[in-house]
């Protein structure tokens, strides 16, 4: 069971998706220019059309509209990502 908790810790979407957090979390707090950086390199890890569209209307939106909308995109992708808290047993 440990090797499916270390390959989704170490899964590029999985990696993505703490990116579009990291994002949500520095664009609500108005620093605009590191929340898009995650956000660009959020895109490159997950590949998703959703975020894709959010990057391209960055200049169009809000700071705080922009950060509500990539938190969307977090728990939407969340809910995709396998859970492995089940499969936790202790190790013998």
């Known amino acids: 069971m440990q090797?499916?908790?270390?390959?989704?810790?170490?899964s590029e979407?999985?990696?993505?998706?703490?990116?579009l957090y990291r994002s949500a979390f520095m664009l609500a707090k108005g620093n605009?220019?590191?929340?898009l950086k995650f956000l660009e390199t959020a895109l490159t890890?997950?590949?998703d059309k959703k975020v894709t569209s959010l990057l391209q209307k960055k200049n169009q939106q809000n700071t705080?509209?922009?950060?509500?909308?990539?938190?969307?995109?977090?728990?939407?992708?969340?809910?995709?990502l396998p859970r492995q808290d089940s499969n936790l047993q202790p190790s013998s």
């Open 64 to 80: 705080l509209l922009l950060a509500e909308k990539v938190l969307d995109e977090y728990r939407r992708l969340m809910r995709l």
């Open 3 to 10: 090797n499916n908790i270390g390959a989704l810790k170490y």
């Open 13 to 19: 979407k999985a990696d993505g998706v703490a990116y």
């Open 45 to 47: 890890k997950v590949h």
């Open 32 to 35: 605009k220019e590191s929340g």
